[in-house]
């Protein structure tokens, strides 16, 4: 209960600091509203510019300020409107429907899957050949580090392109997308790990004739496991962030980038942020597996 407090504080604070920002944001849209209406709420020198007096009126006269939080089409939606629009489309909705973040949420996950599998074999196999090769150590590496600049918006498209052109379209385009993102923890943290044992452990072996398999086997790739881990939680972070963009270009119709592709097509804010939060739980959730299935591991090798 003690770590739940701090928390739970920290949610407190962000949720009405939340609140707070939605009086600013969509005070204008209800000034208009209730002009239209004829109710006037400000002084006629005030209506032009809608400026903090404004908002200062309004708050005093304190009518407008429960409005403010519930707008159909807000330019920042309030806490509860975002919970309730996850609530109708995941609880009430059908998972068949497509209107269900639980549907979209899971052909965004398929691909999210497929790619982190593939970032995460391409990211050990290049973390063993840089460790065990000084070649691939000074040439592979550095191209790898290159590659993580060039923007994932602007790299997206092209991967998608030039997949369509050879005929290569459906998961797998999304798949290559993630597959790029998540493979780059991958190899930073193995590599690392796989360095991890110090000199005296390394000389020990030798003192026993190892082999440089059995160096490896016996004890760089169970160092390594700390630190493979760590990196998995950001790759599948990661991952999951490029199933989404690459959601975007292809004006796809099912998937969480989808839901935010619509509702910026339609101007519904708060279909938008409820597949942002729809996004966030369902990374947390992969973490907190991952997170499950270390601790197992771990505690299995005698290391928690």
């Known amino acids: 209960m003690r770590a739940a407090v701090p928390v739970l504080t920290v949610v407190t604070v962000i949720v009405?600091?939340?609140?707070?920002?939605?009086v600013p944001m969509n005070?204008?849209?209800?000034?208009?509203a209730a002009e239209r209406a004829g109710t006037p709420v400000a002084p006629e020198g005030a209506k032009a510019r809608r400026d903090m007096f404004s908002i200062g009126l309004v708050a005093r006269n304190g009518f407008a300020i429960p409005a403010t939080w519930a707008q159909e089409r807000p330019r920042l939606p309030a806490p509860h409107q975002v919970a309730i629009e996850l609530w109708q489309t995941t609880v009430l909705k059908k998972i068949g429907s497509k209107r269900s973040l639980v549907y979209h949420g899971w052909v965004t996950l398929s691909a999210t899957?497929?790619?982190?599998?593939?970032?995460?074999?391409?990211?050990?196999?290049?973390?063993?050949?840089?460790v065990h090769s000084r070649v691939m150590?000074?040439?592979?590496?550095?191209?790898?580090?290159v590659s993580q600049t060039i923007p994932i918006i602007a790299l997206a498209p092209m991967i998608i392109v030039v997949l369509y052109s050879v005929g290569v379209q459906g998961i797998i385009p999304k798949a290559v997308i993630s597959a790029y993102?998540?493979?780059?923890?991958?190899?930073?943290?193995?590599?690392?790990?796989?360095?991890?044992p110090d000199a005296m452990q390394l000389d020990l072996l030798r003192t026993y004739h190892?082999?440089?398999?059995q160096g490896f086997w016996k004890l760089r790739l169970p160092a390594s496991m700390p630190y493979l881990f760590a990196s998995l939680k950001i790759g599948i972070a990661a991952s999951l962030v490029g199933a989404i963009v690459g959601e975007l270009p292809t004006g796809a119709v099912a998937g969480l980038g989808a839901r935010l592709l619509a509702g910026s097509y339609y101007g519904q804010t708060v279909q938008i942020w409820s597949a942002?939060?729809?996004?966030?739980?369902?990374?947390?959730?992969?973490?907190?597996?991952?997170?499950?299935?270390?601790?197992?591991?771990?505690?299995?090798?005698?290391?928690a």
Not at 27 to 32: D, F, M, P, R, Y
């Open 276 to 303: 942002l939060f729809a996004a966030a739980i369902l990374a947390a959730a992969l973490v907190g597996l991952l997170g499950l299935v270390e601790r197992l591991v771990l505690k299995r090798m005698g290391m």
């Open 16 to 22: 009405a600091l939340w609140y707070a920002a939605c």
């Open 113 to 130: 899957l497929l790619g982190f599998a593939i970032g995460t074999g391409l990211g050990i196999l290049l973390a063993v050949g840089i």
């Open 137 to 145: 150590d000074m040439s592979v590496m550095p191209w790898a580090i």
């Open 210 to 213: 190892a082999s440089k398999t």
């Open 181 to 196: 993102l998540s493979f780059f923890p991958v190899v930073v943290g193995m590599v690392k790990g796989l360095r991890s």
């Open 27 to 32: 005070i204008k849209s209800v000034l208009n």
